[in-house]
């Protein structure tokens, strides 16, 4: 396997694992000898990779007030619409009573133009008065309409600032800050506090640009977490530009958590496919190591064992890939057990 060293030397390697329709090896277990064939196996490429949260954010104010009082701390779990702090209200309650008592005094003068216009309107068919005189009382009665319009509009705001002195969570999730505490004076923009939401998370790393094209085309990624957990991806955005600094593409992936909890902030393990490419690969059970020797042993035309020195590739399961020493079509023993045995029924 070549190893190639990208931009900012960032060592990265490749990965590879077994094709799914790959033709296996042919097995025979009672001889303990298997027959190489070479099987195609999909090339990936290893990358760090960062869990963040799809929902994360700090709430601001949107009203004026001091911190009145907390409900929660650094670390609380939280539920979507619990309360989370409040704001002195003295001020947003003053607004909202002369708010809904202007309502009633323009509904009151409303009532009075619509009696006045109805009187005028009655003379006016009778032709008793003059048509200022309707028209005054037509005009009076629309003002008195547009002037309740006005007072119920200010009343709704009214109302709206007064709900604001309390902070209720948009999601649920964790608190991860407070910005203010009690006594603090709090002001529209000025944040509040923030947190982030554990049900939805994403992965984010960088692609080298001289593979951004094949990981666009095959769009197959794998993500492993520090315990060795494999974790879903259920969609992927490789960005369509590079990156001014650092010439790489971001690429993007939700994850189905599922059973394992990831938290925004801590590193996983991520692997994108390439290419495909041919090799072998052999049973690690073949594999002997002795040292820094690792070797298989290889049957001859005559049933003899013979041990051979192999350098060898990542392991998938059971087996491991073999980049050099071997052949396709060469015979060799499934463990040194096998090959011992061999070699005993042959008398050698």
């Not at 009187?119 to 008065?129: A, H, I, M, S």
Request: neutral net charge.
């Amino acid at each position: 396997m070549k190893a190639a060293t990208w931009a900012g030397s960032v060592f990265l390697f490749f990965c590879l694992s077994a094709f799914a329709q790959a033709e296996a090896p042919k097995e025979s277990t009672e001889s303990g000898i298997v027959t190489l064939q070479r099987s195609v196996v999909t090339q990936w490429l290893s990358l760090d990779g960062l869990i963040e949260a799809v929902n994360q954010g700090t709430i601001s104010a949107q009203t004026q007030g001091r911190i009145a009082q907390w409900f929660v701390d650094v670390d609380s779990v939280v539920t979507k619409g619990q309360n989370l702090l409040a704001l002195e209200s003295a001020e947003q309650d003053a607004r909202q009573e002369q708010a809904v008592a202007q309502l009633a005094e323009a509904q009151a003068r409303v009532a009075e133009a619509a009696r006045q216009y109805e009187r005028v309107r009655q003379l006016f068919d009778k032709k008793t008065v003059s048509q200022s005189q309707y028209d005054s009382a037509e005009a009076g009665l629309k003002a008195a309409t547009a002037r309740v319009k006005a007072a119920e509009a200010t009343l709704t705001e009214a109302t709206r600032q007064l709900s604001y002195t309390r902070v209720q969570a948009p999601y649920a999730g964790i608190v991860t800050q407070r910005h203010l505490e009690v006594g603090e004076l709090a002001t529209p923009g000025k944040p509040l506090i923030s947190g982030f939401s554990l049900e939805k998370v994403r992965v984010t790393t960088w692609v080298p640009q001289s593979v951004a094209e094949p990981v666009r085309r095959y769009q197959m990624l794998g993500v492993q977490t520090g315990d060795g957990n494999e974790v879903k991806v259920s969609g992927i955005v490789l960005y369509p530009y590079a990156d001014a600094q650092n010439h790489q593409f971001k690429l993007r992936a939700d994850l189905e958590s599922g059973s394992t909890v990831l938290y925004p902030g801590t590193w996983v393990k991520v692997k994108v496919k390439t290419g495909e490419i041919s090799l072998i690969q052999v049973p690690v059970s073949a594999v002997v190591s002795r040292n820094e020797l690792r070797a298989v042993y290889v049957s001859g035309g005559d049933g003899v064992a013979s041990l051979r020195q192999v350098r060898l590739g990542d392991r998938e399961g059971d087996r491991v890939q073999v980049l050099s020493g071997l052949q396709e079509g060469e015979q060799i023993f499934l463990s040194a057990a096998d090959a011992a045995s061999r070699q005993a029924q042959s008398g050698q």
